[in-house]
């Protein structure tokens, strides 16, 4: 039976004044928060790669697609505007490049000021439809809602559109049913009155300490805060979570307030989905079910039980490849969430040498279009169906082993 992989990660910066480690690149320490734009390269390597972004970003392409377990998988990374000069030295041309950047850096925050003035300059359906999905990754559903259907009101033919609007509707119910906190690196949706639920205190400080080993297990610094929403009522339960599951992410980290009962003691489904949010940051894609619940239990402690495993046998690759929360026996569901664990495991250890910055690389990989079993074999050489056969292996021999 082998060993648990060891996690590992290049080597981060340290913060001149605290002295912790930080992922390369970070703007903030996220411990003291200090600025750290004058003391590390990767800021000034940002900077530079932004100047270079402006002159070429009118002939780039962003592609990806939103990963989402409770509604209909539909795009999420912003599509990057086409810049059309209406007239000689039209000063919306010069919106539109610096919108490009933003969106070239995954960051909506800022796009969205622009994307606004761009719209109001240049009002058609493809520029209402972005400044949307911008509004909806961060976090003002009602508002991308409008813009959505103003796009459709402006005869926007995408084969999408419905799908946006429906969730943008979901979503909005956070908004108008639920109290608002935000802590450094989360803005949570509370059921009820924020200020008479007493759990902040605990919760945010978990949710902090899970955010910033992350970022350290990832080198890697999210540019907006993530989204989380704790609720007790079945009305605003999603509608396609199944009675075994506690939890999910859907864009949101969603957990009933149930979850928490014996506090701390489950603080690994925190972990759970906060890793879900981080690989859906960095993939920016669809990412397989086997491959996102299995990082998920890797970064949240969970140990495989490979005598279990060993005695139901590994799940079918093609079943592994499909959405887990449309299985609704719990047996079942527990062979899936195993079998991805295992296939998991060989993969960071077969493939990737238990080095976690391999397989953000495969994440980054998927965010740029490739193909799952494309990325697998030209980043570690070996074909996803000799990695399930490894598996298939190993879990045999553990079934046998008295």
């Not at 992989?5 to 703007?27: D, F, H, I, Q, T």
């Not at 759990?199 to 999210?222: Q, V």
């Not at 981080?278 to 949240?300: C, M, R, S, Y």
């Not at 953000?360 to 980043?379: D, K, M, N, V, Y």
């Amino acid at each position: 039976m082998p060993l648990p992989p060891v996690l590992s990660y290049n080597s981060p910066m340290r913060c001149p004044v605290c002295k912790k480690a930080v992922p390369e690149g970070s703007p903030r320490c996220v411990v003291c928060g200090h600025d750290l734009s004058a003391h590390g390269s990767g800021r000034r390597v940002f900077v530079l790669l932004a100047f270079l972004g402006i002159a070429v970003g009118c002939f780039l392409g962003w592609r990806g697609e939103f990963r989402d377990k409770s509604s209909p998988e539909i795009p999420h990374a912003p599509g990057i505007l086409a810049v059309t000069s209406q007239t000689p030295g039209d000063p919306t041309d010069s919106l539109i490049r610096l919108a490009n950047v933003a969106l070239q850096a995954d960051d909506c925050k800022n796009a969205v000021p622009l994307l606004q003035q761009i719209t109001l300059a240049r009002p058609d359906a493809n520029n209402q439809f972005l400044l949307g999905r911008c509004l909806l990754e961060t976090g003002k559903a009602s508002e991308a809602k409008a813009w959505f259907e103003k796009a459709k009101g402006s005869g926007l033919q995408n084969a999408d559109l419905e799908k946006w609007i429906s969730k943008a509707g979901l979503l909005a119910q956070d908004d108008a049913s639920m109290g608002q906190m935000e802590s450094a690196h989360f803005h949570m949706w509370v059921e009820g009155s924020s200020q008479a639920w007493n759990g902040a205190d605990t919760i945010f400080p978990a949710l902090e300490k899970i955010y910033d080993r992350m970022c350290l297990t990832w080198n890697y610094y999210p540019a907006e805060k993530l989204q989380a929403v704790f609720y007790s009522s079945k009305g605003l339960q999603p509608r396609e979570i199944p009675d075994w599951s506690g939890a999910l992410f859907d864009g949101k980290i969603r957990l009933p307030y149930n979850v928490l009962a014996s506090w701390p003691a489950r603080q690994n489904i925190l972990e759970h989905e906060v890793a879900h949010a981080f690989v859906h940051d960095l993939a920016k894609t669809n990412v397989a079910p086997w491959l996102d619940e299995g990082i998920a239990q890797n970064l949240d402690g969970t140990s495989l039980d490979w005598g279990a495993l060993g005695a139901v046998g590994l799940a079918p690759l093609e079943t592994l490849s499909q959405n887990f929360l449309a299985q609704a026996d719990m047996a079942q569901a527990r062979r899936l969430y195993m079998s991805s664990q295992a296939l998991f495991q060989i993969l960071l250890r077969e493939g990737a040498r238990n080095d976690m910055g391999q397989i953000r690389a495969l994440l980054a990989g998927l965010s740029e279009g490739t193909p799952l079993p494309e990325a697998i074999q030209t980043r570690f050489g070996i074909k996803l169906e000799e990695l399930y056969q490894k598996t298939v292996d190993e879990v045999g021999a553990a079934g046998r082993t008295p």
